[in-house]
């Protein structure tokens, strides 16, 4: 089977960085993909790593270790819109999408 | 460019009742497929295509039909509904690529979602 963990809930004040963790266990790793999801919307494509390392998109980072089966994302210069459910998935072949458990991010004065 | 549409938005069904909800792109996209997103959960995939005429099954298709007659379209039909299927579904497409690439053909876009219950 397959099975992404993340952190249920993490909280943060506004300004900081803040860190969402993914470990995975899959069979046919492509690749880690993160999608944040207001409340009552659609999913959102953040960032994607086919290779290990860091990949930065503004106050988006992710990164990547397949020999640990861990990737993370991390928000810079956290804003109240920030506040969101953000998933990580393995990005199967044929785009096919394997989603974690989700972390929701709560941005604090 | 208008994305990838759902319909209807919110739908409430009797249990027993069939429906098709509908999903369309207009982005040219080889591959589409279906979530569905149970409260304070990731979403899980039904069904996908990865072009026209070809569908396969996901983690969750029991209850579900599919069929991609066209690369636009891909509706989800439940033949007989029950409470179990209340939830949010979801309709996506993306560039079907196979193997390692870069960030910009992997990304999936989403539908609106559609809100079901069943009673």
């Known amino acids: 089977g397959q099975s992404l963990e993340q952190p249920s809930e993490v909280t943060a004040v506004e300004g900081a960085i803040v860190q969402i963790n993914c470990t995975y266990q899959?069979?046919?790793?492509?690749?880690l993909s993160w999608y944040q999801q207001h409340d009552g919307g659609a999913p959102t494509f953040l960032s994607y790593n086919a290779l290990d390392g860091l990949e930065e998109t503004g106050r988006f980072s992710s990164f990547l270790s397949r020999s640990d089966s861990y990737g993370y994302l991390l928000l810079q210069e956290l804003q109240m819109k920030d506040s969101a459910s953000y998933f990580c998935?393995?990005?199967?072949?044929?785009?096919?999408?394997?989603f974690g458990t989700g972390t929701q991010l709560k941005v604090e004065l | 460019n208008a994305g990838v549409t759902q319909t209807p938005k919110f739908q409430v069904l009797k249990t027993g009742q069939s429906m098709t909800l509908q999903c369309a792109q207009d982005m040219n996209h080889e591959y589409m497929s279906w979530y569905r997103q149970d409260p304070g959960m990731g979403l899980r995939l039904i069904h996908y295509s990865v072009g026209a005429g070809i569908t396969d099954q996901g983690e969750v298709p029991n209850g579900y039909n599919v069929s991609r007659s066209t690369t636009e379209d891909f509706p989800l039909r439940l033949l007989s509904a029950a409470p179990s299927q209340t939830s949010v579904y979801f309709c996506a497409s993306s560039y079907s690529i196979i193997g390692v690439t870069d960030r910009p053909n992997t990304e999936a876009f989403f539908g609106q979602g559609t809100r079901l219950t069943v009673v």
């Open positions: 899959t069979s046919g790793f492509y690749g």
């Open positions: 998935a393995d990005t199967g072949g044929g785009n096919k999408l394997t």
